[in-house]
């Protein structure tokens, strides 16, 4: 069994940044380090108005780090920022362990994360896009073969091999997953041929969106209270309570700052938010810093191109909300507790109203002996009433239903 490694965390506070924000990101850097199972030892801050060419800090808080690594026998160093390869290089130098940039940190909790092909070869491509420049400063890093944060993904002894050999590796990837991406644009054309309704769920990573996901569609996928504990896009179908089943996808948690290797990487895997007829934007509503939160996901949509895609901002946790909490969110809104079942039953019928939205509304005479038609438009369609015409021994229906569906032509049928 591998030890625990014994981590100090370093964060350079820029003068512009305010405190309460520069503490949140310090937290955060605390709860990614416990994700990739580091023991965090000691914390060192240093306030500054730019950083250091060099060695990122000032060289005084070099020396006071050294002497902090041999004090706590610290076996990792992690920055609160993303590293040149030079001060990479010069940090490894002076402090003679392993160091590492918050980057690195999120890019290793996606590798342990990663559990289908395409999420592993796109963890695995990002890695590589983020270490070929950097590779002459991490000799001392990826020769220490016992692994350990940083090191997981595309094998340590690899990693030391020449330049050519990581370009042939990227672009065999990229071959791979171009394949996977063009398998799942013909699956997400079949659903969209069908009309099926597509909901995608957002947010900051822990807001909770893997429990909403399993409660809503009663799917076993992992949940715990750990950042990024769900790394690859899940889809399932789910009914809403007119009973038309439309399908649910669970996405990848955003982060502050993601870094921009995996924002590419994972593009193809979050059109499935762009293609949404909803996006349902879920906020920890118990976290104090969860306007941020909400900005970051924005900005990521933003980044993705998504636009004119309706949402509902679903407030979860609410039986941990903060005492003055008040929503934020410009889109219609609703608070819930993932864990209450008449939470979940209202956030279903939120659902069915905001998707009525979208599209338009129907009513026919369907004679009794077209019970087929009756089931499909129960099964496609949201429907809000049918009632028995005793005179004309038909059924009065009335409903809502995707513009472009193929069953407008049937209820135009019956209304002709």
């Given at each position: 069994?591998?030890?625990?490694?014994?981590?100090?965390?370093?964060?350079?506070?820029?003068?512009?940044?305010?405190?309460?924000?520069?503490?949140?990101?310090?937290?955060?850097?605390?709860?990614?380090?416990?994700?990739?199972?580091?023991?965090?030892?000691?914390?060192?801050?240093?306030?500054?108005?730019?950083?250091?060419?060099?060695?990122?800090?000032?060289?005084?808080?070099?020396?006071?780090?050294?002497?902090?690594?041999?004090?706590?026998?610290?076996?990792?160093?992690?920055?609160?920022?993303?590293?040149?390869?030079?001060?990479?290089?010069?940090?490894?130098?002076?402090?003679?362990?392993?160091?590492?940039?918050?980057?690195?940190?999120?890019?290793?909790?996606?590798?342990?994360?990663?559990?289908?092909?395409?999420?592993?070869?796109?963890?695995?491509?990002?890695?590589?896009?983020?270490?070929?420049?950097?590779?002459?400063?991490?000799?001392?890093?990826?020769?220490?073969?016992?692994?350990?944060?940083?090191?997981?993904?595309?094998?340590?002894?690899?990693?030391?091999?020449?330049?050519?050999?990581?370009?042939?590796?990227?672009?065999?990837?990229?071959?791979?997953?171009?394949?996977?991406?063009?398998?799942?644009?013909?699956?997400?054309?079949?659903?969209?041929?069908?009309?099926?309704?597509?909901?995608?769920?957002?947010?900051?990573?822990?807001?909770?969106?893997?429990?909403?996901?399993?409660?809503?569609?009663?799917?076993?996928?992992?949940?715990?209270?750990?950042?990024?504990?769900?790394?690859?896009?899940?889809?399932?179908?789910?009914?809403?309570?007119?009973?038309?089943?439309?399908?649910?996808?669970?996405?990848?948690?955003?982060?502050?700052?993601?870094?921009?290797?995996?924002?590419?990487?994972?593009?193809?895997?979050?059109?499935?938010?762009?293609?949404?007829?909803?996006?349902?934007?879920?906020?920890?509503?118990?976290?104090?810093?969860?306007?941020?939160?909400?900005?970051?996901?924005?900005?990521?949509?933003?980044?993705?191109?998504?636009?004119?895609?309706?949402?509902?901002?679903?407030?979860?946790?609410?039986?941990?909300?903060?005492?003055?909490?008040?929503?934020?969110?410009?889109?219609?809104?609703?608070?819930?507790?993932?864990?209450?079942?008449?939470?979940?039953?209202?956030?279903?019928?939120?659902?069915?109203?905001?998707?009525?939205?979208?599209?338009?509304?129907?009513?026919?005479?369907?004679?009794?002996?077209e019970g087929k038609v009756m089931a499909q438009l129960k099964n496609e369609s949201i429907v809000v009433e049918v009632l028995f015409d005793e005179q004309e021994q038909k059924y009065r229906m009335k409903?809502?239903?995707?513009?472009?569906?193929?069953?407008?032509?049937?209820?135009?049928?019956?209304?002709?």
């Amino acid at each position: 069994m591998q030890d625990v490694e014994r981590v100090i965390l370093v964060g350079l506070h820029l003068s512009p940044v305010k405190e309460e924000r520069f503490h949140y990101s310090m937290e955060e850097l605390r709860s990614l380090t416990h994700t990739a199972g580091g023991t965090v030892v000691s914390t060192v801050v240093q306030k500054r108005d730019r950083k250091e060419a060099s060695t990122f800090i000032g060289k005084g808080k070099v020396h006071e780090l050294q002497v902090l690594v041999d004090e706590q026998e610290a076996t990792t160093v992690i920055f609160n920022d993303e590293l040149t390869p030079s001060q990479l290089r010069n940090l490894a130098n002076e402090l003679q362990v392993k160091v590492i940039d918050r980057t690195q940190l999120i890019l290793d909790i996606f590798a342990k994360r990663a559990q289908s092909r395409e999420g592993k070869l796109q963890v695995e491509l990002a890695q590589l896009e983020y270490l070929l420049p950097r590779l002459a400063g991490q000799g001392l890093n990826l020769s220490r073969q016992g692994g350990g944060i940083g090191t997981r993904g595309p094998g340590e002894t690899q990693l030391e091999t020449d330049r050519r050999h990581i370009r042939n590796r990227i672009d065999d990837i990229k071959r791979q997953l171009s394949s996977i991406v063009s398998h799942r644009e013909r699956y997400r054309e079949r659903r969209k041929r069908n009309q099926v309704p597509q909901l995608a769920l957002v947010g900051y990573t822990n807001a909770g969106k893997s429990t909403l996901f399993n409660r809503l569609t009663k799917a076993g996928t992992f949940e715990e209270n750990l950042l990024f504990a769900t790394l690859d896009p899940l889809t399932r179908k789910m009914k809403i309570p007119s009973g038309l089943e439309v399908i649910l996808t669970d996405t990848v948690g955003f982060i502050q700052d993601l870094p921009t290797t995996l924002v590419a990487a994972f593009r193809s895997t979050l059109e499935e938010v762009k293609e949404a007829d909803l996006i349902l934007h879920i906020v920890d509503s118990s976290n104090p810093d969860f306007e941020a939160h909400e900005k970051t996901v924005y900005e990521l949509l933003g980044e993705l191109d998504v636009k004119n895609v309706p949402m509902l901002t679903v407030y979860n946790k609410k039986d941990q909300q903060l005492v003055d909490f008040v929503p934020t969110s410009k889109t219609p809104s609703i608070q819930i507790s993932a864990f209450q079942e008449t939470d979940i039953e209202l956030l279903k019928q939120t659902i069915e109203k905001q998707l009525k939205e979208s599209m338009v509304p129907y009513s026919l005479l369907l004679p009794v002996t077209e019970g087929k038609v009756m089931a499909q438009l129960k099964n496609e369609s949201i429907v809000v009433e049918v009632l028995f015409d005793e005179q004309e021994q038909k059924y009065r229906m009335k409903g809502y239903m995707a513009k472009q569906h193929p069953l407008q032509s049937v209820v135009k049928n019956y209304n002709d």
